[in-house]
């Protein structure tokens, strides 16, 4: 045993955490399957965060919630607040590759739903990403690329985003990266303005 263990970063353990629940989904997760990944005992894990829930809540608490972070992140790299917007939403639901995925994610989210600790976390994210996208919607307005309400339709596209998700895992026609795309074009669509991409 070289000095992997101790150089073992609590980053890429959740990292490994996410991954695991990806697979298995979170009553499956254990933190010998999470030690395994990062190759440490897990006794290391014990005592780093205690137990399964420990390691759960460390990971919910672990989520960006800082919206100016979140929208320097999506707005980086792209021409238009409107790609940046689609960027998002894809990066946003980027663990959930397979339907089996998605499954195994939304099993943690119903998680957050129920237990208290957990729900402060998920809803301190929902609120966090629902304010980048009124962000980008906002700069796409005052661009000139979209007319509207901004907050209205950030509201809308962030249900979107998730009913999207749902629905792909449900019919599995294409990948989730394209339903995303089409249905933010589809809502937006209407509040384009002519001559804008």
Same mark, same amino acid.
């Given at each position: 045993?070289?000095?992997?263990?101790?150089?073992?970063?609590?980053?890429?353990?959740?990292?490994?955490?996410?991954?695991?629940?990806?697979?298995?989904?979170?009553?499956?997760?254990?933190? /010998?399957?999470?030690?395994?990944?990062?190759?440490?005992?897990?006794?290391?894990?014990?005592?780093?965060?205690?137990?399964?829930?420990?390691?759960?809540?460390?990971?919910?608490?672990?989520?960006?919630?800082?919206? /100016?972070?979140?929208?320097?992140?999506?707005?980086?790299?792209?021409?238009?607040?409107? /790609?940046?917007?689609?960027?998002? /939403?894809?990066?946003?639901?980027?663990?959930?590759?397979?339907?089996?995925?998605?499954?195994?994610?939304?099993?943690?989210?119903?998680?957050?739903?129920?237990?208290?600790?957990?729900?402060?976390?998920?809803?301190?994210?929902?609120?966090?990403?629902?304010?980048?996208?009124?962000?980008?919607?906002?700069?796409?307005?005052?661009?000139?690329?979209?007319?509207?309400?901004?907050?209205?339709?950030?509201?809308?596209?962030?249900?979107?985003?998730?009913?999207?998700?749902?629905?792909?895992?449900?019919?599995?026609?294409?990948?989730?990266?394209?339903?995303?795309?089409?249905?933010?074009?589809?809502?937006?669509?209407?509040?384009?303005?002519?001559?804008?991409?």
């Amino acid at each position: 045993m070289a000095g992997r263990p101790r150089g073992v970063g609590d980053a890429v353990i959740l990292r490994a955490a996410v991954d695991v629940i990806g697979r298995v989904g979170p009553a499956g997760l254990t933190l /010998a399957a999470v030690a395994r990944e990062v190759g440490l005992v897990p006794g290391t894990l014990v005592q780093r965060f205690g137990s399964k829930r420990g390691l759960l809540v460390a990971l919910a608490a672990r989520s960006v919630h800082d919206p /100016a972070a979140l929208y320097e992140r999506a707005r980086a790299g792209h021409a238009s607040a409107l /790609a940046a917007l689609e960027a998002f /939403a894809v990066g946003t639901m980027s663990d959930m590759s397979t339907p089996e995925r998605y499954a195994n994610h939304l099993a943690f989210l119903c998680m957050d739903l129920t237990d208290p600790e957990l729900h402060e976390h998920a809803l301190a994210v929902h609120r966090a990403n629902g304010r980048v996208i009124e962000m980008l919607i906002a700069e796409a307005v005052s661009a000139g690329e979209l007319s509207g309400n901004a907050e209205a339709l950030a509201r809308t596209v962030q249900g979107v985003i998730a009913g999207a998700g749902l629905a792909w895992a449900l019919d599995r026609e294409g990948t989730l990266p394209e339903r995303l795309r089409h249905e933010i074009g589809t809502v937006l669509a209407p509040h384009t303005c002519k001559g804008e991409t």
